[in-house]
């Protein structure tokens, strides 16, 4: 296990000494016995660790501090929507916040809080009570796992060491709720609560805590534990002006269900003071202001939520603040004196009143999602990068890596916009290729937009073996190169695409190529007539393709239950000779499902097929089957023609999981069968090509799969493939 089986008993005591509310876990033996029933085959005769629930049966606790009451945090978040009376002690909860900093645990969603409901002069003030510490002191080792962590989903999964390499990251998961409840803290608050813990949390108290393990599990591990606690005590203001800074650069603001003011005054340059005001029968009444600064924001959202709102921006000054004002519900007044950097978001359909200057945008949408206050949209920008590995006869050895970067903005459907960048060196040739695409959801209304481009280096080199369903293989004679062609390629294509909400798209998708082919000396494609005079000189095409796909399974990287359906037909001409045209139709089908009811064995199938209409191809632009994705025991572009079918099945066999790991990782077998062939114009061939094989695979958390495997066919050598993916 990567956490401690332990440590959570030690959280009570810190807490404790800090004035925390806190769950307090009793470990306790459990026999086999009649009372647990059907579960008692799988449990008793163990230790176990046995924590209280935080419900309104426990209010009378000590530890819980006693409140009126206690709720979820769903519960609670409704209170605050609903009236102003009801706010959240906010010291309370970054001294909540900034102990979760110092035991490491990075699992504090929503479920994992309870909320202590106290009542002063007619208000109710929610205190935390954290719950659920299993995650905190935890290890993650090897060089593996470095890798994985690096993926978005498992990035603040944080390692506990005797400093916080990257609190922005560690507090990934809370981020959300720290924004919704921090309506008024301010660095300062941070430094204080962190200064609270620094001196009442002492060196002693920490050795003093640990004591309550069991003793057989005070060993070397506890003390180095105990040593890392004190050194990320010692550092915890920084850690805590670091995360204020993080918590400053995006601020989300929401009022009630009731009528609400926002006042924002420009009062300097570069300096907002904002004003939260409740209007009542008998006045506004100022609930509280917060000064923003250029300096630490660059977003600023406000909600105004239900009922007649409204909301003012005035004052000569300017901001670089990007403000975004969503009206929700009811008649909204705006009234913007300075409109810069202002944006109105409100429904299309409903009836609000506007007094804006002609700085201001706005952006009236019946879009449900953009006007709805949701309190987990806020979301970090996200960089990401893995080493990419594999290989196959045709590229040799392929390194390479994969870069992603993620924009997540106010608009998200499910991000912003992404880039993606990839770059691979195939040692069998010396050839590079490099890809880049970027997605713009959101741009235009429902669709998408899209960016791809493709280069390859003079050395990047396809297979060429000739037309026809039975052309020769003279790899033994001649060797591998004789069939590379070097060919530099530059594409680039730009779509619109609609996505279905079952996982349907349709895309438009106009494409620019230019190829360039090298008369390579000594190869089958310096054979006179082989191939087209003029593919030795740069050929330029355009063309449009129109592609419906649907693609849906339960987990892309190792699906048990899934269907794939694509269908494209594509129109490509030579821009040099516009005579030189040909359409394209090419469709795939596929089948993934589980013959057990676990899942452990699955089935998976995919047919392909393509047809050219016409010969005005060049030979790089044919139907080829051959390599790793159809006819696996073949090279390649093996087989090159009008018209291509294909069918490739596999059987894998899940057989168990590598234990002692952060992530679950799953390995197994797979054993499989592909047969296919091509039909051109003038040939008279009944041929069908055949080959099997099988192979092992390695799953890490249903992300990732690596996978090697041999395939051989009747007629050839047979081929060893290496690989990992997102998908299998």
Do not use: C
């Amino acid at each position: 296990t990567t956490s401690h089986p332990y440590t959570s008993f030690a959280v009570g005591n810190l807490s404790d000494k800090i004035g925390l509310s806190h769950t307090n876990p009793v470990l306790y033996y459990i026999p086999r016995q009649n009372g647990l029933k059907e579960f008692n085959a799988s449990f008793g005769d163990g230790l176990y660790m046995v924590e209280e629930r935080p419900a309104d049966n426990h209010i009378d606790a000590k530890n819980f501090g006693n409140p009126s009451d206690i709720i979820s945090t769903g519960d609670m978040m409704a209170n605050l929507h609903k009236d102003e009376k009801y706010s959240v002690d906010e010291k309370e909860y970054i001294k909540a916040r900034l102990f979760d900093m110092l035991i490491g645990d990075w699992d504090r969603h929503s479920d994992q809080w309870r909320w202590g409901e106290h009542k002063k002069d007619g208000k109710i003030i929610y205190k935390p009570i954290p719950r659920d510490r299993d995650q905190a002191f935890v290890k993650y080792d090897g060089t593996l796992l470095s890798l994985l962590m690096n993926i978005p989903a498992l990035r603040h999964m944080r390692t506990f060491k005797s400093s916080i390499d990257n609190v922005k990251w560690l507090n990934r998961e809370p981020y959300p709720l720290d924004l919704a409840f921090l309506k008024t803290a301010e660095e300062k608050d941070w430094i204080a609560q962190a200064k609270f813990i620094q001196e009442n949390l002492s060196d002693s108290d920490i050795d003093n805590a640990f004591k309550s393990l069991p003793k057989e599990v005070q060993d070397e591990t506890i003390d180095e534990i105990k040593q890392k606690l004190k050194s990320r005590k010692k550092e915890l203001q920084k850690y805590a002006i670091r995360y204020s800074d993080v918590l400053s650069k995006t601020i989300m603001i929401a009022g009630t269900d009731k009528k609400d003011k926002f006042v924002l005054n420009h009062i300097a340059k570069n300096k907002i003071e904002l004003q939260v005001i409740r209007m009542k029968k008998d006045g506004d009444e100022l609930q509280y202001t917060k000064m923003i600064s250029d300096a630490k924001t660059k977003n600023l959202w406000i909600y105004g939520l239900d009922d007649n709102d409204v909301f003012e921006v005035k004052g000569d000054h300017k901001s670089n603040v990007k403000i975004r004002l969503i009206g929700g519900q009811n008649n909204d007044v705006y009234n913007i004196e300075n409109g810069r950097k202002v944006i109105v978001y409100d429904f299309k359909s409903k009836e609000n009143t506007y007094n804006l200057d002609s700085k201001t945008q706005t952006q009236l949408t019946d879009d449900y999602d953009v006007n709805l206050y949701n309190y987990e949209k806020p979301k970090y920008n996200v960089v990401s990068g893995l080493p990419n590995i594999g290989y196959n006869p045709d590229d040799g050895v392929k390194l390479g890596f994969n870069v992603n970067y993620t924009v997540n903005n106010f608009k998200q459907n499910p991000y912003t916009q992404k880039h993606v960048l990839n770059g691979f060196y195939y040692f069998a040739t010396g050839g590079l290729e490099f890809n880049y695409a970027a997605h713009f959801p959101g741009l235009l209304g429902k669709w998408v937009i899209d960016v791809e481009s493709q280069y390859t280096t003079p050395n990047f080199a396809m297979n060429y073996f000739g037309y026809g369903n039975e052309s020769q293989n003279n790899d033994e004679e001649f060797g591998m190169d004789y069939n590379r062609v070097r060919i530099r390629k530059f594409n680039v294509s730009g779509a619109i695409r609609h996505v279905g909400r079952y996982g349907s798209e349709f895309s438009v998708q106009p494409i620019f190529q230019k190829m360039t082919v090298e008369e390579t000396e000594n190869r089958y494609i310096d054979i006179p007539n082989i191939v087209n005079p003029m593919v030795f000189d740069s050929q330029t095409f355009g063309g449009l393709k129109v592609k419906y796909q649907f693609k849906n399974s339960d987990f892309a990287a190792k699906p048990t239950l899934g269907m794939a359906f694509m269908i494209a037909a594509t129109w490509t001409t030579n821009l040099s000779d516009t005579k030189q045209n040909f359409p394209t139709l090419e469709s795939i089908l596929g089948f993934t499902h589980k013959i057990d009811h676990n899942g452990k064995l699955v089935l998976a199938t995919y047919l392909k097929g393509k047809a050219i209409l016409n010969n005005n191809y060049e030979f790089y632009q044919g139907a080829a089957l051959g390599g790793d994705t159809d006819l696996r025991g073949y090279r390649n572009d093996r087989f090159l023609g009008n018209s291509y079918f294909s069918q490739s099945s596999d059987l894998r066999l899940s057989l168990g999981k590598i234990e002692r790991t952060v992530a679950p990782l799953t390995y197994g077998i797979l054993g499989g069968f592909d047969y296919g062939r091509i039909w051109l114009d003038g040939e008279n061939s009944r041929k069908w090509h055949q080959d099997y094989g099988g192979g092992l695979w390695l799953n890490a958390i249903n992300v990732l799969t690596a996978r090697i495997s041999y395939f051989k066919s009747p007629d050839e050598v047979g081929r060893v493939i290496f690989g990992a993916a997102y998908s299998f």
